[in-house]
Each structure stands twice: as structure tokens, then as C-alpha cells.
């Protein structure tokens, strides 16, 4: 007979996982609606329904989020990533090297961090190549979690495990677990994992492809100039050769030799020096073009020498006085320390260099400025749009101390010597000490739903276990397996500890199952190993909701994906899972 306080949480369970899966409402709020509930029937304290925002974890996802999009800043991980990826890439042979290669890693190292310094590195690859990001996303975090369940120290939850064979008494002969005494399943699960992530998820995941072609279609796009510098590597080379009739999002228009345009461009064209080169292309486009090696354009001049700089859209006022003067004269690089890359005309071709260029009303601009022109009030030529990019020429120490000191937060944390947290608010000091990073822009990277979403989730799994309804849905599933023996028992196991590790965090649900798990195996007089490692792998394996594990949660924002998605491609990976553990499992140890 169910008590008054777990058909409340039940009925919060239900409304929740409604709620989300028909997205009635966004899922913070949902969550914080049926915490309340629970506070207003004093299921919780508030002290309890707060506790999470003083949790370890949450700070470290919160950091690392942040630390991710400080290294995004800098270009430094794009470069690296530039070079193992590669250029050209399809989608399938990215998604192939990419999760095998997050996967190799984490089972060495704190998939957590992985995954944030990765992150911003994807989404910026799918984008240049017209992908939508949700399509990407959720492969990283399971690679992450594929990878990290393989060995012992690849994941928190299976160093929880052991901690726990450690303490427990119910075995006293047991010994603790060795570091590759998950990899029998957790290899062969990572390969599978990694070929379901490559050939079948383009058919499961979400796409907003439709609205990134629309969205295409219907862009206006910029005219650039850039040109052929002295001792460009790109000198001598053809079209063809130097890769620029095949970029993405950006189209050679016409090529400018002394006084002569070559509007019809051959493959075989032969660049010289101090060509100059025309492009039509999108915004994000356009400002990658800045990075390119071989190319300058003409109007920065020394601009691009700044450390600091920015790449800001603006559009020409009614009543400006730039109207009817050229790109020349108007004199950007006197007047606002800015110099104009691209113009954009209502759709219009234009056929003037653009230094000679008469602006209009309405004409939108894209400057490489000085990163103070947007705080300046005292412009009225022009309203700011948005802005596209930022680039920071980091000194050699500053590099090293921000991609060295991430590297040795993992590295030590892992080890035992600190914290993850510790050694992370640590590395923030010299960061922010030395201006690496704003402290006005890092709070504003914070996503709070996140937080709210965390916190809310770790309330709603604590009054399942207060109240007893966690242990009542184990001991039900259990129950209904005990008659189909060990491997039958085994599989109520696995099937009830991924789903409470779905819902109330894996490592409360580790904290719940784990002695159910052993006292399973001494009633049956088994070896209790394959009891101890199913709840391992099922608690880490959580596929099916973005609140069951901490990668999921991070990559949720980014991709712009509903609670349902994860459940429509991490289902079918959870029963795979379950089906690989308990045939290996059964053949090792029965």
C-alpha cells in the first residue's frame, strides 16, 4: 500500500516526464514546478530543495562550460583540431574519427572536461560545414560515456563502485576492482557504441537542417576583398590547388590582376602576387576568411597586428554622414580604429572594388575593429548589428598557462591530489589575473537553466529515496525477474538501475541498487562480480535522458534538443548495452 507522500511523488514523476516529452512547458521550469510541489507538501525542506546549488558537481560543470568557451576564444583548440581532423571531412568519417577518438581518451581521462574543451570545437565544424549541431553533439557525450564506462578510472560512478566493494561486508574475501576489469564489456561496447553513433544516428537524432538552408537561401551575402600577400604560399598554385573554388559558405566571384577581372575562373587559373580576389559569402563565412593562410585584406592595414580585436556587423543610419562617400573616404581606420572586410547591399552585386564604393543607407558592414568601438556612445553614422567574432592573439605564456593548467587540473584530479573543483577555481585565478579572460564576459556564459535543471533533478531524487519509492520501483522490477533465475535477476538489476541513474543521478542510484545487487548474489550463492559490474556499467551507460548524466546536460543548450530526443536515440543503445553486458557477462562468469 503506498503512503501519502509516494503517491505525490509519483504523481511529480508523471507530470514530469509528460511535461518533457510533449515539451508543454520549457524543462527548468518544469522540474522547479514539481520540486515545489514536493516543498509545498513538505515531502522536501527547502534547506533540501537548495542543497543542490551548494553541490560539487554542478560547480565543476559551471566551470568547465566555462572554461570550454575561454579556449574557444583563443583559436587554439580549432588549430589543433584543424590539424587531427583534417579539412573536407564528410559528416560520417568526422563523426567516426571524433567519437573514437573522445572515446580512447576518456577511458584515460575525466570525460567531464573532455567533453567541454570538445564542444565548442564540434559545434564550430558543424556549422562551417552546414551541419546542424544537433546532430553532432549528442554522439560526443556518448562517446564520452561509452569510452569512460571501459576502464575504472574512465568515470566517477565506477570508481564509486569500487569504493563500495571496498567498505562492504556481505563479502569479506572480495577484492577491489582492477582498472581493466570493465573493458571484457566495455571495449566491444565502445566499438559497437561507436559504429551506432556513425551509421544509424543521422536517423534518430534532430535535425534543424531545414532551417540552416533556409536560413542560407534567403542570407544576403557579403562582398570581400582579400589579396594574394608577398611570399603567400598560394602563389603559384592554381584555384584548384590553393582549395578556393570548393569553400564552404563562400564563393570566388571574380579574381582582380593589375587592371584586368577574370570574372570566368578556371580550375587552372595560376595566382600571382598581389592578386586580389573577390568573394561573395556569408557572415560566419567571411570572418573564417581572416585566418587564412596566404590571404590579407587590403583595407586592414596595421589592424591586423592588434592583439585585441573584434568582427562586427553594422548597418548605415538614414542620417548618416558616411552616406555618398566612398569606402575611402569615409576614412574608417582614422575615425573609428576599424577597417571595413565586407559589404552587404540588399542582395545587390557589386562591381566596384571596395575602396571605391559609394555607401548608402541601409548598406550593412562588416569591420574588424578595435575591441572598444562597441562601447563607444558617441556614433550615430551607424547602428551595431551584431558581433560575428572574436580574435585574441595570446601571448606564448598566457597559452601555456591556459591550456597547460587545464591539462594539469585533469591530470591531478584524476591522481587523487585535488579536486576537480579546487584545481579548476585555481587555474580561474591566472586566467582572470592575467586578463586571459574578462571577468564582465565570463558571468554571462553562465547557463542558468542548466543549474536550475541540475539542482531540481538532484531534489526530485532525493525525495524518491526519502520516501521510499526508489527502493519500492527496484525491489517491484526485481521481483518480477526472480523467477527467470541469475541471468533473469541480473537483467531486472540492469534495467532498474539505469532506470533510477536515468532519473535521480547515477550515483544515487549506485547508492541504492548496489547492496540490493550484492545481497542478490549471496541469497543465489554466485560470484557477486557480475552482480557488482552490471550496476557499474548500467549507472555509467545512461543514455536515455539529458538529467542522467553530466555530459548529457551539457551538450542539452547547445544542440537546441527536446527531452525526447535523448530517449529516441539512447533507448535503443541502452537495450543494446544491456544485451552486450549480460551475453558477455553471462558466458564469463556463469
Known amino acids: 500500500m503506498f503512503t501519502f507522500d509516494q503517491i505525490i511523488v509519483l504523481i511529480v514523476i508523471l507530470f514530469i516526464l509528460v511535461s518533457l516529452y510533449k515539451e508543454y512547458i520549457g524543462p527548468a521550469f518544469t522540474f522547479l514546478i514539481g520540486v515545489l510541489i514536493l516543498g509545498s507538501f513538505k515531502i522536501l525542506s527547502p534547506q533540501e530543495i537548495l542543497n543542490g546549488f551548494a553541490n560539487e558537481q554542478i560547480a565543476v560543470v559551471v566551470l568547465l562550460l566555462l572554461l570550454g568557451d575561454i579556449i574557444r576564444r583563443t583559436s587554439l583548440i580549432d588549430s589543433l583540431f584543424n590539424k587531427i581532423f583534417g579539412k573536407n571531412m564528410s559528416k560520417r568519417s568526422f563523426l567516426l574519427k571524433m567519437t573514437s577518438l573522445v572515446a580512447t581518451m576518456s577511458a584515460f581521462f575525466n570525460n567531464t572536461p573532455l567533453v567541454a574543451i570538445m564542444m565548442p570545437y564540434v559545434s564550430s565544424w558543424s556549422k562551417t560545414n552546414k551541419i546542424a549541431p544537433s546532430k553532432l553533439l549528442i554522439p560526443l557525450s556518448y562517446a564520452a560515456i561509452l569510452g569512460g564506462s571501459a576502464t575504472l578510472i574512465g568515470t566517477s560512478t565506477n570508481l564509486i563502485v569500487n569504493g563500495l566493494v571496498l567498505d562492504q561486508k556481505i563479502f569479506p574475501n572480495l577484492e577491489a576492482l582492477h582498472l581493466f576489469d570493465f573493458v571484457y564489456v566495455g571495449l566491444p561496447m565502445a566499438i559497437i557504441g561507436i559504429l551506432y553513433l556513425t551509421f544509424i544516428s543521422n536517423y534518430l537524432l534532430p535535425s534543424h537542417t531545414a532551417n540552416i538552408e533556409k536560413y542560407n537561401k534567403e542570407a544576403q551575402n557579403y562582398i570581400v576583398e582579400t589579396q594574394i600577400r608577398t611570399n603567400s604560399k598560394l602563389i603559384g598554385k592554381t584555384v584548384e590547388e ?126 574588424l575593429a578595435g575591441n ?23 601571448e606564448a605564456y598566457k597559452a601555456f598557462i591556459l591550456i597547460g593548467g587545464t591539462v594539469a587540473a585533469i591530470v591531478f584530479s584524476a591522481l587523487g591530489f585535488i579536486s576537480l573543483f579546487l584545481a579548476l577555481m585555481l587555474l580561474f585565478i591566472p586566467i582572470l589575473g592575467l586578463k586571459i ?154
Not at 572598444?372 to 595570446?394: A, C, G, H
Open 437 to 590: 579572460a574578462s571577468p564582465k564576459d565570463v558571468h554571462r556564459n553562465i547557463d542558468y537553466n542548466l543549474i536550475l535543471i541540475i539542482v531540481m533533478s538532484l531534489a526530485l531524487g532525493l525525495a524518491m529515496v526519502k520516501t521510499g519509492v526508489a527502493e519500492l520501483i527496484s525491489n517491484s522490477i526485481i521481483d518480477l525477474f526472480s523467477s527467470l533465475g541469475p541471468i533473469g535477476i541480473l537483467s531486472g538489476t540492469y534495467l532498474i538501475t539505469a532506470l533510477l541513474a536515468a532519473y535521480i543521478t547515477n550515483k544515487a542510484a549506485v547508492a541504492i541498487i548496489f547492496p540490493i545487487a550484492l545481497t542478490l548474489a549471496q541469497d543465489l550463492s554466485v560470484n557477486p562480480m557480475p552482480f557488482i559490474l552490471v550496476v557499474a556499467f548500467a549507472s555509467a551507460a545512461n543514455f536515455m535522458t539529458p538529467i542522467g548524466y553530466q555530459t548529457n546536460l551539457m551538450i542539452y543548450g547547445p544542440g537546441s534538443y527536446k527531452f525526447k530526443d535523448f530517449f529516441k536515440i539512447g533507448f535503443p543503445l541502452t537495450i543494446i548495452y544491456m544485451a552486450v553486458t549480460l551475453l558477455i557477462l553471462n558466458y564469463i562468469y556463469f
Open 242 to 367: 590553393a582549395h578556393l573554388r570548393n569553400l564552404e559558405g563562400l564563393y570566388l566571384v571574380e579574381i582582380i590582376r593589375m587592371n584586368h577581372r577574370y570574372k570566368s575562373i578556371s580550375p587552372e587559373v595560376i595566382l600571382v602576387e598581389n592578386d586580389i580576389l573577390r568573394f561573395a559569402g556569408q557572415t560566419e563565412m567571411v570572418a573564417d576568411l581572416i585566418n587564412m593562410d596566404g590571404l590579407t585584406f587590403p583595407e586592414m592595414g596595421l589592424l591586423k597586428r592588434k592583439k585585441n580585436t573584434d568582427i562586427i556587423e553594422i548597418v548605415i543610419t538614414h542620417n548618416s554622414t558616411l552616406i555618398s562617400k566612398t569606402v575611402k573616404e569615409a576614412n574608417f581606420r582614422g575615425k573609428y580604429d576599424a577597417a571595413i572586410i565586407g559589404i552587404q547591399r540588399n542582395g545587390e552585386r557589386i562591381a566596384e572594388k571596395i575602396g571605391s564604393i559609394q555607401l548608402k543607407a541601409g548598406d550593412v558592414l562588416m569591420l
Open 372 to 394: 572598444d568601438l562597441t562601447n563607444r556612445d558617441d556614433i550615430n553614422d551607424f547602428y551595431f548589428i551584431s558581433k560575428v567574432k572574436e580574435l585574441r592573439q595570446m
